[in-house]
């Protein structure tokens, strides 16, 4: 029946077993997220697309400044010579980096760089702004776009320019900054994990895969429906690394020079593709209540019988109310199954149906998207009732996704079991940390480390490397990745 109905309504679809990529282009493009730019790599957000963004960043920027965070605005052109000042930083970045060599018709005597990221232009001004203990610490957060000249792209995973926030805080010790770099860690895990419904691993990764710069950098890391991961975000600490090579320095309580303590946080728009990836299946997007720009839509059905717009009407400005977001979908262009295909394809949680019938016996008709199930409900008290199912349907969502990742997350004690796992999802193994055990399961597996969990005697499960049989101590994740 269910094969009867995907025939019927998502015919355009590619089904995910078929082509997962392809599957993945298809609900973007139907449900008009985005389209692709004139721009070779970049993407045009479309209004549901960034309605969903606007979400995300609504979330995170109400917790950033819980943690004393200001938001700021930095230039996008960021001199090649600041770039240069920090060598580890600049050799990572610069096979992406999109240069400016002209003004108008003249040529410029220093190149600019189209910010791929902003930690030298920050440092260049806190090296201004920095007198004393008393100045720090400086915690600032900015929402911008970045360029990244990427040789493969994908809407939202991987574009040549995206959205994110980045925030950039220094400190007066080692120890702040570190407590820092984790709290913000802990802000996008208890983000992904309760608005978007993303369970995720927290942990640090290797020193291969650290940003550049770094003196560590610790991630979350998503399973997709495929099996493959998706870095989600990541939070740095720099230590001393960037204020040594920006001369960034306070005079401390006691009256010496000392360097500050540098952090680096972020996320992107890729968070869209890890909810299109992880809970849509073959109608199209399922979205969490939380992070939905429509979380209910209601559909009048036979319209012209007297009494059912007012009751829609009033159904509408009642939840509107109670704080919904709520859109009542009154076109006559369109057809009632029409309709409940282009909902049901843009993930919208719930559908509300009020006809003849539904009025005469004081119901409603409900349609819930992550289960496909339909019932009815009393009209009167539809408030507090949405207000239940939209919870159990985030938290549905969660737990189906939660369920797929630690089913797929296996343990592996050699290289023939870790390569089978990383065909359908993550392998947990125990590693030497030695890079050349790392280089060499991404070179006959085409999988990489994505992160150590925190806890590691709890995670623990024997002491030698999955790679080389030498002693192990340390537990990692590894997996193919976007």
């Known amino acids: 029946m269910a094969k009867e109905q995907k025939q019927e309504f998502v015919n355009f679809i590619t089904p995910r077993s078929e082509d997962f990529s392809q599957w993945y282009t298809d609900v973007i493009k139907q449900t008009e997220l985005c389209d692709y730019a004139p721009v070779r790599g970049c993407m045009i957000i479309r209004p549901y697309g960034y309605a969903?963004?606007?979400?995300?960043?609504?979330?995170?920027?109400?917790?950033?400044?819980?943690?004393?965070?200001?938001?700021?605005?930095?230039?996008?052109?960021?001199?090649?010579?600041?770039?240069l000042k920090e060598a580890e930083h600049v050799e990572g970045f610069a096979p992406e980096v999109a240069w400016v060599t002209k003004g108008g018709t003249e040529e410029l005597q220093e190149r600019l760089a189209v910010r791929p990221t902003s930690e030298t232009i920050f440092c260049s001004m806190y090296s201004k702004w920095v007198q004393t203990w008393r100045d720090l610490p400086m915690m600032y957060n900015q929402w911008c776009s970045v360029m990244r000249w990427e040789k493969a792209t994908r809407p939202f995973l991987r574009t040549s320019e995206f959205l994110w926030q980045e925030g950039h805080t220094i400190h007066a010790t080692a120890e702040e900054a570190e407590e820092e770099t984790l709290k913000m860690l802990e802000v996008y895990r208890e983000v992904a994990e309760n608005i978007l419904a993303l369970?995720?691993?927290?942990?640090?990764?290797?020193?291969?895969?650290?940003?550049?710069?770094?003196?560590?950098?610790?991630?979350?890391?998503?399973?997709?429906?495929?099996?493959?991961?998706?870095?989600?975000?990541?939070?740095?600490?720099?230590?001393?690394?960037?204020?040594?090579?920006?001369?960034?320095?306070?005079?401390?309580?006691?009256?010496?020079?000392?360097?500050?303590?540098?952090?680096s946080w972020g996320v992107s728009t890729r968070l869209i593709g890890a909810i299109i990836m992880t809970h849509g299946d073959e109608r199209g997007l399922r979205l969490p209540p939380k992070v939905a720009p429509i979380q209910a839509v209601i559909l009048p059905i036979a319209a012209h019988k007297g009494g059912v717009m007012e009751a829609c009407e009033k159904l509408f400005g009642d939840l509107k109310k109670a704080g919904f977001r709520v859109k009542l979908d009154d076109r006559d262009t369109v057809s009632p199954g029409f309709k409940f295909n282009d909902w049901e394809l843009k993930g919208v949680p719930v559908r509300l149906e009020v006809g003849p019938r539904d009025l005469e016996n004081g119901v409603v008709t409900v349609f819930r998207r992550d289960t496909l199930e339909k019932f009815t409900v009393p009209l009167e008290g539809i408030t507090g009732k949405l207000g239940e199912l939209l919870d159990d349907i985030q938290k549905t969502l969660y737990e189906q996704a939660k369920a797929f990742r630690d089913?797929?997350?296996?343990?592996v004690e050699n290289m023939e079991e870790l390569g089978k796992a990383v065909e359908n999802g993550f392998a947990k193994a125990m590693w030497c940390g030695d890079r050349a055990c790392e280089d060499e399961i991404k070179e006959k597996f085409n999988a990489s480390s994505r992160n150590m969990p925190f806890d590691q005697d709890a995670h623990?499960?024997?002491?030698?490397?999955?790679?080389?049989?030498?002693?192990?101590?340390?537990?990692?994740?590894?997996?193919?990745?976007?």
């Open 407 to 411: 089913e797929r997350t296996v343990k």
């Open 460 to 482: 623990r499960f024997g002491d030698k490397c999955v790679c080389c049989g030498k002693k192990a101590e340390k537990v990692m994740y590894f997996a193919k990745a976007y």
């Open 199 to 263: 369970p995720v691993y927290v942990g640090r990764k290797s020193d291969k895969e650290k940003f550049a710069g770094a003196r560590a950098t610790y991630s979350m890391e998503a399973m997709m429906q495929d099996g493959k991961a998706l870095q989600a975000g990541t939070s740095h600490n720099f230590g001393t690394n960037f204020a040594e090579a920006f001369d960034i320095r306070y005079q401390s309580k006691e009256g010496k020079l000392e360097y500050v303590n540098e952090t």
């Open 52 to 83: 969903i963004w606007e979400r995300i960043q609504a979330e995170m920027d109400a917790r950033f400044k819980e943690t004393g965070a200001e938001n700021v605005y930095f230039p996008m052109l960021i001199p090649e010579s600041l770039l």
